[in-house]
Structures are given as C-alpha cells and as structure tokens.
C-alpha cells in the first residue's frame, strides 16, 4: 500500500478511574473544532456500562500533540427512555446555518429483533463551545428513501449551491454474506435545515466494501471532492479505511486501494481503523481516527505526507 498518511500515534485514551460514569469507555467518532493558535478541542463519544454513548471533550494542541485539559463532565448525555437518542449519541460533524453553529449527530435506538435504529439528530454549538440538542424530535428520520436506520452525517456549504449532507442508510441487515448492507448516500438543501435525499451516492461491491460508516469530505465543485470513510468487506474483515473521488459529490469512484492507511502490526490501531475525520491546520492535512473496539482505544492522528501524492486521478 502507498502510505501517504504518517502515523503520529495514539493521542487520547480514555481513563475510566477519571472519567464520569457516562464516560467510563470508549473515545469514538473525534470530531475536532478550533479554539485558537494551535489549540483544538476535540468531541467524542465515549460510553457507559451499558454501552449509551455520550458526548465528551479534550482540548489538545494538535501540534504538540499534547493534551491540555480533560473535561470529566459530559457535553451532552443520551436521551431518556423513549427518545430517539435514548441509547446513544454518536457524532457526525458541524455546519453553520445563519450564525448558528450546529453539530449533527446519530441517535441510538435499541430494537427488540436485535437490531439497532438510527436517526439524525442536531446540537447547537454555542459560542463558549457548549452544546444544548436543538429539537426532541429527529432531525432526519426514516423515510420511503431510507426505510430501516440512519447514520453518521456529513455536511459541507457552499455559497453557491446552499448545504450538500452525505450520510449512512441500510438496506438490509444481511445482504446475503452476513453483513448488513449500508450505504452512503446523498442529501441537498437550499437553506441548510430542510433537505431533499438524493439516493446512493458513493458504489458499493458486496464481499468487498458493503458496511460504510462515518464520511468525511473535503473539496468543491470547482476543484472536485474526496471523501475517507469506514467500511468492512463482508468477508469478515473489521473495519479499514478507505476514499473515494467524485466531481460533483454526488456519483463516486471507491478508491479503496490508494487511501495510504491500515492497521499496524501491533497496537492499539492493529484489529481496526474506523471512524475517521479529515482536516487542515496550517497548510497540513490531518487525519483522527479510532482503532480497536470502535474506539475503546481511543483516538490517534495522522498527517498527510504530501498533498501532491494524495492526487488521484478523478472520474
């Protein structure tokens, strides 16, 4: 494999003799937003003894890679019995829509034949980088388009053409090979509140990448798009990560074999790498992802080796 990506290690693991009960496990989904300089603090999701998931937080400096403050109080908790997000909140990313700042996230359900549900929810990021949920009810929920669960979204603006929202859907809970089918598919909207779902976005090839999770996208129309996201193959590996290409964000190429990133030999990232998330910092490109156990873990970094050698050729 072509390594463009550096491995700068593991950057925040969560201590459950330190943690609040909500936060006892787990540093999934890490969802970085800048403070100042070179100051970021970074949202998680981290769990409880029965595996709810709630919103916590570090403020690292991302050059340093150092931590500097670790919050022990959660952000946001999981929702009351009943609630869409009542066995978890799992972190997609943030836009803004008029002045407010919204973090997107995927609420939990549990269901009685042993599967999951979930649904788009929406956290107002307030100035002083608080959260409070902005509505009891979904944000996105299911619909003809996406009739079983809803996952991890993604949203970029652009003053042009309004909000493009990339995220999650399943098909099927086994496609045959004893994996779930799910998707990533594609939403637009005019004024970043009401969306119109547009279908499958990005291929998928059952037995190689069929269980997709968490995009992550960076580009414009002008200059083309790329994503990283997770997925497994249905032929029983866990999670990797790949990439994908597109011109317009909407109909994708899978470049699973040029995304320059994999498990190491041995380690906390050694099983699985999942859940990443793609940012720029002073002209370099930066990478967090989870590792083993779906981020239990914790979080590392990684850093682009070189722009010019990230290029693929597009569609």
Known sequence: M?????????????????????????????LPLLIEGDLYRIFFSGRDVDNRSSVGAVDIDIVKRRVIREYTQPFFEHGLAGSFYAEGVSIGNCYEVNGTK??????????????????VGRL??????T?????????????????????YPWVLGNKKDGFNMWYGSTITWDAGNGE????????????????????IALPYELGKAQAFSRPTV??????????????????????????????DGLKWLLSLETVGIDVSLDG??????EYPIV????????????????????FGLALLRSLKVALSPRT
Not at 124 to 129: G, R
Not at 131 to 151: G, H, N, Q, T
Not at 180 to 199: C, F, K, P, Q
């Open 131 to 151: 959260l409070e949920l902005d509505s009891e009810r979904p944000f996105m929920s299911s619909d003809a388009s996406d009739p079983i669960s809803l996952s």
């Open 102 to 119: 919204y973090m997107l996230f995927m609420g939990w359900q549990a269901r009685g034949e042993g599967h999951w549900r979930g649904d």
């Open 279 to 298: 940012f720029d910092h002073n002209g370099q490109r930066y990478m967090l992802y989870n590792g083993n156990g779906y981020g239990k873990t914790g």
């Open 124 to 129: 107002v990021v307030n100035p002083d980088l």
């Open 180 to 199: 779930m089918l799910h998707v990533i598919n594609y939403a637009t909207s005019r004024d970043g509140d009401n969306w119109s779902r547009e279908g």
């Open 218 to 247: 960076v580009g414009n129309r002008e200059t083309g798009y790329e994503m990283w996201f997770s997925y497994r193959s249905g032929s029983g590996e866990k999670y990797r990560i790949g990439n994908a290409f597109s011109d």
């Open 268 to 273: 906390w990232d050694s099983e699985m790498i």
């Open 2 to 30: 072509n390594e463009k990506w550096q491995k700068l290690g593991l950057l925040y693991s969560p201590s459950a003799n330190s943690h609040h009960p909500k936060l006892l496990t787990h540093a999934a989904n890490p």
